[in-house]
């Protein structure tokens, strides 16, 4: 049985755990309002001294490369998620670790996938103690349940790059797959079979590792360029035969829904948009790569070629209609976190307005700015919405952690953050009294758009001023809250045990809110 | 007058400083023995919470900039050199400094030309205290009359990385003067009036000075692309109407030779090299901006036309010779540490093969291996060389101390290491018993080639054997140097006093050798 944290309650009112997995735990403290001091982390100092002369740092296998970076009991072992659902190395680095004995180590990856619930059974047979990254599907679900070792530590993109910065994680090994790369250890995502375009999510492991082994199935002379990752930072390079299946790396569902409700949702989006006049020549935008989200830019596209304007910038994960939309001189700039498509590889690699940039560049809260801040407009999505705006992206209403936070924490200090989400989803309302998890402070966001209403955060008079005229449905939270439960009725709590599974931190490393034992089913 | 630091003798059998400017400093230990442990220095963590919401981080004036930044006694301050003779802001900001009252600066540049011997009068006046890098022409002189008040610290440009790596300086304001710049500080050198190319030599600035401040006169809507400095560790950014001259940004000095004795120096080098086998197809080379060294590529260029081949990649500063390579198909790939015509400038912004590098990449030898190792062949200069091949940069046979050291250090760790020289300039001999200033140990140095005989380092048996019958004119280093003599006679030495005036830092960080007083003259 997991020992009970012990908790103190954070200025969202939350009970959050003062300690997890053995270090002190800061609570939230507000938006802003927790200011670090002191130095980031120093990586470990090396020396050319110590490494081949002619550069070449190819060892034989994945298993020779964990063997030379002294791979040990304990160790936090970290791994990006550019393959997405594709990813043919995260398992079989645990299956080494396993058939060697090892035991209690900790995954950091940047994001886990269905894929990964193979790793299950070593979360069972203690060779992995606890992951720290997000935990979609059967991994959440296993977290849920309680059967996980240590505490989950969810952190959004911006706040794993913080957390590695500020020394909160050590990485002691991390394996950087890679589309190409050279025997120094320059790798990139854009060619090869594999191809993923950016590999920005290995950025922050790359430079703060104390080793750094990249693996790859295209290996080019040097050098190989672009160098996304720098081989100045690699320890040791594996050439293997394949390191992704490509047709799961390019994932299907970055295809524009089709169901109308979806599709209405996302016309309501941008109209709202045009009219609060967010749509302006030299604007930017930034939206995921779910049915609804890909729908938003197309229709962005329409309301641009019709009043004649260009984007700045979009940035976020690239896609086939972004690339259309920089193509046909509607955006001067992709700023690209993650490539969600072969249209948004062939762009990266041919275009130079089509940037790769990192969570570093783009959502790194302990810098001296990000670029997510920069952007006038950002939609999102979310699994509740509460009548304070608050939200939550990771657990269902039913209370299991089924998703990652992503980019999502990072993005809410845009300039207007929007989330577009239906009322309900399989007869359970998202606009809530109270969410299961907070994610997001509802003081960040500005907007929440739903087929049967619109709600426009109080302090963001501005927008509703705007947009008082404009013919849109707009509505209180309080109205949206009570349109779901007519046709839903109220929906009944989650059941937990005492006992945290999971924290969900904040951007800038403080433990915004906690996620708990679903109480089993008698 | 100056105190007299406490000596030691390093494993050159050199007398050497065991403390610069009142910090303990490490005595050479011969090349790749000295290894480094513990960690690199971890910036100053910053927070989103203190910079603009909204990105924007321009203020008034350098001075405002400077204000902000918390200028003050004792401080130090660095810029770079991309704009070589034609800066225009280093003196400016030490006009700031002084007309404010500030002493006891130490200015840190990547290199300081003969248009910053205006700053001598700051030297004298006590508001600088002294300079670490390179000093060249008059404030060399200066430095050997013993004028300045601290030691100089004379580093390679890798050697500068590798000192702000690994904390042994520590920058407290970085000013980075950008060819072009968003209001958020991102930069880059290839565009606007001042471009300059590669901004490489800030990067290290720009990573961990406390404060860093851009200043442009080329300000363009955020996004800046590409993003050489990254605006995510700016502080603020300075708007002026001209921060360099750029006809001396772009030298006229980066000219082919037209002395028929230096185009035949030029045309051994390459002989030699086409003779050793060393220019064959894939392989990759490095010279330098200097009149020789241009001719070089252009011979080299001949001859890999004959033999049909093409180079996988020159390194180094870029100009229109290589440029010319890189499009007729000879070359796949520029890697580009500093750009010295507008042709280079040209390519870096039209040409993805021509790309943009650091001393990070390059040249940082507490670093997991770098690229000047990966150089099969270098061909440089020096001021004088030993009969153990040891070379100098950096003093003249008088003594002085006269040029900075830029990479030359670095490309040492290439493959083969050129050193192409007139066996004696005005009358005294390059070639002789012993350098004035150890700047590179003989072991690392092959081949001295001068355009009476070329020398093969005998520790190079496979070069000496592959050109054996060449019909090369190969000697030894010994009948170099008697040769010389001869036709010079013994040449005298420089008179120096005890005090010594700078150090020579190896590219560990180890104290290598050390420049001593010049004897005024009675």
């Known amino acids: 049985m997991k020992k009970i944290d012990k908790l103190v309650t954070n200025s969202m009112g939350k009970r959050v755990p003062s300690e997890v997995n053995g270090k002190p735990a800061i609570p939230f403290r507000g938006v802003g309002k927790y200011i670090p001091k002191g130095q980031n982390y120093g990586a470990t100092v090396a020396s050319c001294a110590s490494f081949p002369t002619d550069g070449n740092k190819l060892v034989g296998s994945l298993k020779e490369s964990l063997v030379n970076a002294g791979l040990n009991n304990g160790m936090t072992i970290s791994t990006h998620h550019h393959f997405r659902n594709g990813d043919l190395i995260a398992n079989q680095i645990f299956d080494i670790a396993a058939e060697m004995g090892f ?11 269905e894929c990964n619930s193979y790793l299950i059974k070593y979360l069972e ?21 309680g059967r996980m070792k240590g505490l989950g530590v969810l952190r959004s993109h911006g706040g794993r790059y913080q957390s590695v910065q500020d020394g909160e994680v050590h990485i002691d090994i991390a394996i950087i797959a890679s589309p190409t790369a050279d025997f120094f250890g320059n790798a990139n995502g854009i060619d090869g ?9 290995a950025l922050v492991d790359s430079q703060y590792a104390d080793k750094v082994i990249v693996i790859t199935d295209n290996l080019v002379p040097f050098p190989c360029v672009p160098w996304q990752i720098q081989g100045n930072y690699v320890d040791f390079v594996v050439k293997v035969d394949k390191i992704g299946i490509p047709e799961k790396i390019i994932s299907g569902t970055t295809e524009i829904t ?15 948009c045009e009219e609060a006049r967010i749509i302006k020549d030299g604007f930017s935008f930034q939206s995921g790569a779910g049915g609804i989200s890909l729908a938003v830019s197309v229709y962005f596209k329409e309301i641009m070629i019709r009043q004649g304007i260009k984007a700045r910038f979009a940035r976020g994960g690239s896609n086939k209609y972004l690339v259309s939309m920089l193509e046909e001189g509607l955006i001067d700039y992709i700023i690209d976190g993650q490539t969600f498509d072969l ?8 275009n130079q307005n089509h940037v790769w940039s990192s969570p570093f560049t783009s959502y790194n809260y302990h810098s001296k700015g990000n670029f997510a801040q920069l952007v006038d407009v950002v939609i999102l999505g979310a699994t509740e919405i509460d009548v304070n705006f608050n939200a939550n992206v990771v657990t269902h209403s039913d209370g299991h952690l089924l998703h990652g936070i992503g980019g999502w924490q990072n993005c809410l200090f845009s300039k207007t953050v929007i989330l577009t989400v239906p009322l309900f989803r399989d007869r359970i309302p998202v606009i809530k009294d109270e969410v299961t998890t907070v994610c997001g402070p509802g003081e960040l966001i500005d907007v929440v758009i739903t087929e049967r209403g619109i709600a ?3 302090l963001r008079k501005d927008l509703i001023e705007k ?15 009570e349109m779901a439960e007519k046709f839903c009725g109220k929906p009944a709590s989650p059941i937990f045990t005492n006992v945290p599974v999971a924290v969900v931190k904040w951007v800038d490393g403080t433990i915004l809110d906690t996620i708990w034992q679903v109480k089993p089913s008698e």
Chains 1, 2 share one sequence.
């Open 125 to 145: 047979d203690g060779t992995i103690h606890h992951i720290e990254g997000s935990m979609n599907g059967s991994l959440g679900r296993f977290t849920s349940e």
């Open 343 to 350: 249209e948004g590889v062939r762009s990266m690699r041919e």
């Open 103 to 113: 035991k209690d180590l900790i995954w950091f990856p940047s994001a886990s996938f």
């Open 456 to 458: 426009i955060n109080p």
């Open 258 to 272: 089709k169901s109308p409700d979806r599709l209405y949702l996302a016309e309501l989006t941008a109209r709202f």
């Open 193 to 201: 079979p594999a191809s993923c375009g950016s590999l920005g999510f």
């Open 467 to 481: 947009t008082k005229n404009s013919g849109l449905p707009i509505v209180s939270i309080h109205e949206l809250k």
